[in-house]
């Protein structure tokens, strides 16, 4: 059933994104509200099924500009502008049709002006009966969580990272939450950022069921997940704690990783698997090529023996001592890369926030439980009693568990303003070695030139 509308209403949705041209730049393209208009709650969901949209092409630049892979010099022959400034963190080619902000099939402002366009129109059904009321609610939530996740995610790229002492004066991103594209675009501040995406969540919790049919369709434990992960970027440890117990009372499973079947160039995981809470997913970018993904040595030297994530996630070639990732939970056959929310995620965010709350033993037992699931009969308990050693050892485990799931840029950005878990990165490329030093402005992308150029938005400091 959902297939049939997503194919039924998939030109319902193409005819009211591609006519006409925006006069501001925000989005590239305009609808005519004189032509194939949704009107119905059934339509609404339909286009909020559009996989194209709202599941798959997310943004990559979180996992290109970071730091746990590689390129090979024939590699980075194939990037783009955008791809090859983020992934040495320098700006010596044009930035234009930058995917992750917009482009003619994908991009975050797509998915913005989509769900605005779901969000007024459910605005506009006068339900029928109770049944309808309640699909009204959940399509309303479904659209509102779209949009604060679009948002979320601009922020982690386009925007400084989060800081109270600063949030107010620095720049965030348009918050567009109109369907009108000749609407003039304008740069909100941080905090006006980070306040419009709670709100959105937190409404979306109050419309959202608690699990939905299916897991491209976002839950009321996915948006209390999301939550987490918006608290945690913050570093509001009460709340992201709060959040991810709530996350967890809807869906608290975790895969056992002995189960599992292990092959080389075999990714061993289901798509859907039972661990996953909402399913997404990153595409679309010359640097991640499933199987083809470099890894550093070192991070796979992270991994010890007796840790299944070894064999789960990567392939080793002895011979040329080349480390590629394999394991995304996207599933086997998928050309791209999961940046859903899953209940691995969870624990670890409930584990660092007790462990930073003075919780040693519950953030302790979340650790253990977790990793009792990833290890075979060899795993030895953690047990430590001093909460800083047990803070670095989650963060640790944080990297290992959720790699080249889009998570770590946004921990670099936010551990860098701890001295004790600040990190500088370098690269090589072309016989040239680049450095990224911890709190530098290189840790917020420049706006796309293109955009800078239409709009006459301020571009971030540093790349002007």
Known sequence: MKKFFLLRYFGLFVIIAFCGCAKDGW?????????????????LQAILDNGEVFNMYCPMAMETAADDHYLEEDQAMQLSGFERNSYIWIK???????SDWIDLTRGSYRKVFAANLVIEGIEKISPRDESERIKCKNVKGQALFFRAQ????????????????????????????????????????????YAQIEKDLLDAVSLLPLIQNYKTRPSRSAAYAMLAKVYLTNRDYINANKMANLALAGQDVLLDFSDLNFGPFSNPFEVYNKEIIFHSTMGGNAIFTFFNVRVKKEVYDMYQDGDLRKKAFFDYDIGTGTVTYKGTYAGSGYFSFFNGLACDELYLIRAECNVRTGNLSLALNDLNKLLRTRWDDSFNEIVVDDPEEALRIIINERRKELIFRGVRWSDLRRLNMDPRFASTLTRSLSGKTYTLEPNSYKYTLPIPDDIIQITGMEQNPGWE
């Open 150 to 193: 679009a948002f979320y995610w601009l922020a982690q790229i386009f925007v400084p990272p989060y800081d109270e002492a600063t949030f107010d004066k620095k720049l965030g991103i348009p918050l567009r939450l109109n369907s009108n594209v000749d609407e003039i675009s304008i740069r909100s501040s941080v905090k006006e950022t």
């Open 92 to 98: 010596d080619a044009p930035n234009i049709k930058v």
């Open 27 to 43: 989005f590239d393209v305009k609808y005519d509200k004189k032509v194939g208009v949704p009107t119905t709650v059934t339509e």
